[in-house]
T-cell receptor, first 115, second 118 residues
């Protein structure tokens, strides 16, 4: 069965510092991988996605993620965080279905920004 | 208009009440979903509607009753809820490939309905 693990529940980084949020997945075939962000009181917004091709994907708001099949990981990175990046981040894994979209979400990592 | 709109944003109800959550998507998508988000738990997929037909019910208690009258609207009818049902209920939509086609699976979420059951 597919699953997603985000080992860090809460991370605090200083504004301007680099960021890496970890995500590990378990899936039998090539997964579809996503990172979503949720600001307080809001729904989830897609940051980036990986389906195939280049394993380094660029997203919105200056985020990027790298798919590493050998490590079953899809870590999210940003070279310099801004205070507005404080939010909850969710990694998700899905698969190609023709009749439904089954996306499994991780538990999330809450990001706090230190001024 | 935002892509996916949910109403109400906040709802407080007693255990004997009957209420409904509404979701509307303006993206022309053909699939809609209900997710439950509880504190410190992963998002739980509750229901999936594909072309207005329910294709998935993840062992959700019958006190939650979904309705999808058309591909743009989705309801979640609530009755005799329990305090542990208090959560953020998120609606999402996506565009599925045609039968046998590729489904990219990208979900577009509404802002959620915060439900408190007293």
């Amino acid at each position: 069965a597919q699953s997603v693990t985000q080992p860090d529940i809460h991370i605090t980084v200083s504004e301007g510092a680099s960021l890496e949020l970890r995500c590990n997945y378990s899936y039998g075939a090539t997964p579809y991988l996503f990172w979503y962000v949720q600001s307080p009181g809001q729904g989830l917004q897609l940051l980036l996605k990986y389906f195939s091709g280049d394993t380094l994907v660029q997203g919105i708001k200056g985020f990027e993620a790298e798919f590493k099949r050998s490590q079953s990981s899809f870590n999210l990175r940003k070279p310099s965080v801004h205070w507005s990046d404080a939010a909850e981040y969710f990694c998700a894994v899905g698969a190609e279905y023709s009749s439904a979209s089954k996306i499994i979400f991780g538990s999330g990592t809450r990001l706090s920004i230190r001024p | 208009e935002t892509g996916v709109t949910q109403t109400p944003r906040h709802l407080v109800m007693g255990m004997t009440n009957k209420k409904s959550l509404k979701c509307e998507q303006h993206l022309g998508h053909n699939a809609m979903y209900w997710y439950k988000q509880s504190a410190k738990k992963p998002l739980e997929l509750m229901f999936v509607y594909n072309f207005k037909e329910q294709t998935e019910n993840n062992s959700v208690p019958s006190r939650f009753s979904p309705e999808c009258p058309n591909s743009s609207h989705l309801f979640l009818h609530l009755h005799t809820l329990q305090p542990e049902d208090s959560a953020l209920y998120l609606c999402a939509s996506s565009q599925l490939g045609l039968a046998g086609g590729v489904n990219t699976g990208e979900l577009f979420f509404g802002e959620g309905s915060r439900l408190t059951v007293l």
